[in-house]
Structure formats: structure tokens, C-alpha cells
């Protein structure tokens, strides 16, 4: 698991990086001083977790997990912070944060948190995993492969896929293909037409139908992409499914 650390203090943020580093199965994927800083790491590369303080310079740990929050609603978040405050602790709750810990740290709770953080996830990742026909272990890329499952049909691309995630297009470009051994593109054309054979052996759906339902807006071109990927017509594709239930 990788944990992303932000807080102003260099103690705290040397002392839970080493603390972290220890513990079998996790890492520390980066430690800021200031949540700018974090934010672009998190456009440019992964983390499974993160641990916030609240207050440091610049934009608040708040304001960033709110930003955090408009891509990525789903990120684990911890807060370790010097304030009590009930404001500041209620907010966080509305920003979905999964604990909210106060300084001195209490390294047992911590952990703690952690572990149920990581148990979580494993189920995340099997859950995800058994939902869709890639297997893969990278929870970003199944998230991916979910979204393109949900949103097919629109006008999507690999730019919209790595907004919604929170990463760059090139990192979701270079995971794809790293963890499914196809480029993003091709996977996202097979999963059309996939989908688009269990529509096209509906004779009530037209071939233009079938087109815009999964994301052609050009029936032409739709059927020049299946007659690539199948080696038939869309029509033929049809009639061989009608020959089929004769």
C-alpha cells in the first residue's frame, strides 16, 4: 500500500516516513510541507492513501482534500492534526475523511487505521476484479477499466478517464498498458464492440442505433471499426446471429 504524507512539520514528516517505511507492504510514495506540492505529485503518480495535517502554507489541508474530492471522491484520506476544532472536524467529515487524529500522534491508532484502510481496499480491488473480465492487481486501472464500463457510450477519452481518476493522461496511459498489455484506445474500441454485438443481434435497434448507443457518432465509421474487429459487416454480424437462432 502507498502512503502519501503531507504536513509543514519536518519531524512529523520524517518521523512517520520512517515509521510507515517498516511496516511490510507499505511505502511511503511522498512526504510534502505543503499541499501544493502534493497535488501535483497526485496529477503525476499514484498513492493508495493519504495522511494531512490541516493547517501548513499556502492552501489548507482542508482546501486541498476539497480539490481532491472533485476528482477522486473515493481516495482514503487521514487527518493528523494539532487542532480540536469541532468546525474543523466536521468539515472533514463532510469530505468524506476516514479518521480524523489529532497531535501528539498516537502511533497505535495510526496503524491501526491504516490496516482497516488496507483491508479495505483488498476488498475494493477483489470486488472490482470480479466485476470486470480484466485482472489485474493495480486499483487505478481497475477504477479505469470500471469507468469505461459506466461511460462507453459517451464521447469519452483517455483525458476524460484521467481527470475523473486525478493523474496525468500519459501516467493513465503508461499504467494501462503496463498492467492489461493494450493500449487504452484499443481496449476502450474492443469494449465497444463487444458491447456493440449483443445490440446488433436485437434487430429492433437499426445499425445507427447500435452506433450512437455505443459511443459513435458516425454510423459510417462504426461500421468500418467493426468490419476491423470482427472481419464482417455489422449487418452480416446480424444476419449470421439470426442464422444461429434458426
Known amino acids: ?131 470486470n473480465s480484466v485482472t489485474v492487481s493495480n486499483l487505478l486501472v481497475l477504477r479505469a477499466v470500471q469507468f469505461l464500463e459506466s461511460h462507453y457510450p459517451d464521447r469519452i477519452g483517455l483525458k476524460d478517464v484521467a481527470s475523473a481518476l486525478f493523474i496525468s493522461p500519459n501516467y493513465l496511459s503508461e499504467l494501462f498498458k503496463r498492467h492489461t498489455g493494450q493500449n487504452f484506445s484499443d481496449y476502450l474500441l474492443m469494449l465497444r464492440m463487444e458491447k456493440s454485438k449483443a445490440l446488433l443481434a436485437n434487430v429492433a435497434y437499426k445499425v445507427s442505433d447500435v452506433a450512437g448507443l455505443v459511443g459513435f457518432s458516425d454510423s459510417r465509421y462504426f461500421s468500418s471499426a467493426f468490419k476491423r474487429f470482427s472481419g464482417m459487416t455489422p449487418m452480416a454480424y446480424r444476419n449470421l446471429c439470426a442464422g444461429g437462432e434458426k
Open 1 to 131: 500500500m502507498n502512503i502519501l504524507i503531507i504536513d509543514d512539520e519536518p519531524k512529523i514528516r520524517n518521523g512517520l516516513t520512517k515509521l510507515l517505511s517498516t511496516h511490510e507492504g507499505w511505502a511511503v510514495s511522498g512526504a510534502f510541507a505543503d499541499a501544493a506540492s502534493a497535488l501535483g505529485f497526485l496529477y503525476e503518480s499514484e498513492t493508495d492513501v493519504i495522511i494531512s495535517d490541516i493547517k501548513m502554507p499556502g492552501i489548507s489541508g482542508l482546501d486541498m482534500i476539497s480539490r481532491i474530492r472533485e476528482r477522486n471522491p473515493r481516495i482514503p484520506i487521514i487527518i493528523l492534526s494539532g487542532y480540536g476544532n469541532f468546525l474543523y472536524a466536521q468539515r472533514a467529515i463532510e469530505l468524506g475523511v476516514r479518521r480524523y487524529l489529532t497531535k501528539p500522534t498516537n502511533t497505535r491508532e495510526l496503524i491501526a487505521a491504516l490496516e482497516q484502510v488496507e483491508s479495505e481496499l483488498r476488498r475494493e480491488t477483489e470486488d472490482l476484479q470480479n466485476e
